[in-house]
């Protein structure tokens, strides 16, 4: 079991910066992939960005190539998304999640809204 906690999100004016953190507690931390996702009203949830075990590779959304990274800390059970150059359409509620062959697990979200 891993229980995922999101924090860091909030209202930005668009051009500015977010960090998100997601806190993981449980075990095997390090065996997971981790990965953020995002939902915006009406629409479904979508992958941002995924991060393997060990941070050997990342994947990223078109969407946001350039201006969100990801990056994690095995030692410390945490996952980042650094956020940057924030436009109105990345409004949504973010979701940290953890994965392997077969279990995925998901935090609660954290709001991000963009707007002036």
């Known amino acids: 079991q891993v229980q995922l906690v999101e924090s860091g999100g909030g209202l930005v004016q668009p051009g500015g910066s977010l960090r998100l953190s997601c806190a993981a507690s449980g075990s095997s931390f390090s065996s997971y992939a981790m990965g953020w996702y995002r939902q915006a009203p009406g629409k479904q949830r979508e992958l941002v960005a995924t991060v393997t075990s060990y941070a050997s590779r990342r994947n990223y959304a078109d969407s946001v190539k350039g201006r969100f990274t990801i990056s994690r800390d095995n030692a410390k059970s945490m996952v980042y998304l650094q956020m940057n150059s924030l436009l109105p359409e990345d409004t949504a509620v973010y979701y940290c999640?953890?994965?392997?062959?077969?279990?995925?697990?998901w935090g609660q979200g954290t709001q991000v809204t963009i707007s002036s």
């Open positions: 999640n953890a994965n392997r062959r077969y279990d995925s697990y």
